[in-house]
Nanobody, 123 residues
């Protein structure tokens, strides 16, 4: 089992940057593909980005391409989401999740979830 804890959220002005972190427990972190998903107020949760077990492959949702970078450090059991040029529509609770599926954007294919971290972008 994998336990995930997100951090790094907060309030930022439009155009600003944030780096979210997700720390995983256990020795099996490197066996999982990791993803970031988000849920905006009043909306369904949506996929943001995913990264393969080695970190060699990544996949992004179209609306964040060029503004967001997912990365991981398997030695630290941590996955990151670097977000630049933030927009008010990026306001959401951001979740990291672990999956056995390669670079999936399908929420039901994520096996473990963190509690989420709030990101608020002011205009």
């Amino acid at each position: 089992q994998v336990q995930l804890v997100e951090s790094g959220g907060g309030l930022v002005q439009a155009g600003g940057s944030l780096r979210l972190s997700c720390a995983a427990s256990g020795r099996t972190f490197s066996r999982y593909n990791m993803g970031w998903l988000r849920q905006a107020p009043g909306k369904e949760r949506e996929f943001v980005a995913s990264i393969s077990r080695s970190g060699g492959s990544t996949y992004y949702e179209d609306s964040v391409k060029g503004r967001v970078t997912i990365s991981r450090d398997n030695a630290k059991n941590t996955v990151y989401l670097h977000m630049n040029s933030l927009k008010p529509e990026d306001t959401a609770v951001y979740y990291c999740a672990a999956s056995r599926q390669f670079l999936t954007s399908t929420q039901t294919q994520y096996d473990y979830w963190g509690q989420g971290t709030q990101v608020t972008v002011s205009s």
